[in-house]
């Protein structure tokens, strides 16, 4: 059934092969010129399929592009928009060794460990990028978000950061700790913002239920500021009647350094420790 459903979408694809005529733009202000049609084999998640597409030059740039390929998600990349979605979501379930095998065991699909591995930080890269221009645009007020609904009374936001376990390559040249003061660790600086309204049997404030959202990366203070600043604002920080940040008082989190607790847009913010 798989290779009966993999020859379709081949078929379906030759139908247009993107010739767009004699010349395109290249992206970098020229033009590119047609050569030919080349194929291009792709993997999907009802298995290989061959495209054929046509394919141009720019005599400027020195680099060639095939428009078909943007038209369908796959540009610089083997793998169809479907497979990737599934590979990023088993290579984020566990080891890219085991992510491979679980993709062959229950979908048929065969791909090596370190294509999977490839294949699940391209798109991480993407998604981060895509995260930090949405973080710039919300902070320097470009995309203007509606206050949520209901809107809670309190908004309560919790920032810290912590070291996680690293292989060699990925913390060489940096500082440790050690003895032998190398580092094997990288610091991870998360950050979640939630609401909580009421109280339990004992006094105690209770989490509303699927209120928290979460942040979490290995950029630098400078850069996770401005996403704990978009998320803030995301999260009604300008409408609601108190805000408050929690964190441990280290210096990234507390003025005179970064100050992220006070980078949150709110004139009540009261600051916890």
């Known amino acids: 059934m798989l290779k009966l459903g993999g020859g379709m979408p081949g078929q379906l694809l030759a139908a247009d092969p993107g010739h767009r005529g004699p010349r395109v733009p290249c992206g970098?202000?020229?033009e590119a010129e047609f050569v030919a049609c080349r194929d291009k084999i792709i993997d999907t998640v009802l298995g290989?399929?061959?495209?054929?597409?046509?394919?141009?030059?720019?005599?400027?740039?020195?680099?060639?592009?095939?428009?078909?390929d943007a038209e369908l998600g796959v540009a610089g990349t083997s793998m169809s928009p479907g497979l990737t979605a599934m590979n990023d979501r088993a290579a984020a379930a566990g080891p890219f060794a085991k992510a491979a095998g679980l993709l062959e065991d229950l979908a048929g699909v065969r791909l090596t460990a370190k294509r999977v591995e490839r294949a699940a930080e391209a798109s991480g890269a993407a998604q981060a990028a895509a995260v930090r221009g949405r973080a710039a645009l919300i902070t320097s007020r470009k995309v203007v978000l509606l206050p949520p609904s209901p809107l809670p009374d309190k908004l309560y936001g919790i920032i810290?950061?912590?070291?996680?376990?690293?292989?060699?390559?990925?913390?060489?040249?940096?500082?440790?700790?050690?003895?032998?003061?190398?580092?094997?660790?990288?610091?991870?600086?998360l950050a979640v913002f939630f609401t909580q309204d009421k109280l339990d049997d004992d006094g105690y404030p209770v989490r509303d239920r699927d209120s928290s959202s979460y942040?979490?990366?290995?950029e630098p203070a400078g850069v996770f500021a401005g996403l704990v600043k978009a998320e803030g604002i995301r999260r009604g920080a300008d409408h609601v009647r108190q805000m408050t940040i929690t964190g441990?008082?280290?210096?990234?989190?507390?003025?005179?350094?970064?100050?992220?607790a006070d980078l949150i847009p709110v004139p009540r913010l009261s600051r916890g420790a």
């Open 28 to 30: 970098q202000g020229h």
């Open 48 to 68: 290989p399929v061959t495209l054929t597409r046509a394919w141009y030059h720019c005599a400027a740039c020195g680099h060639g592009l095939a428009p078909r």
């Open 160 to 189: 810290d950061g912590t070291g996680v376990p690293m292989t060699a390559k990925e913390t060489a040249g940096r500082d440790g700790k050690g003895e032998d003061g190398r580092a094997r660790t990288r610091e991870v600086k």
């Open 215 to 218: 942040i979490a990366t290995f």
């Open 248 to 260: 441990d008082g280290a210096a990234w989190i507390c003025y005179p350094d970064v100050g992220i």
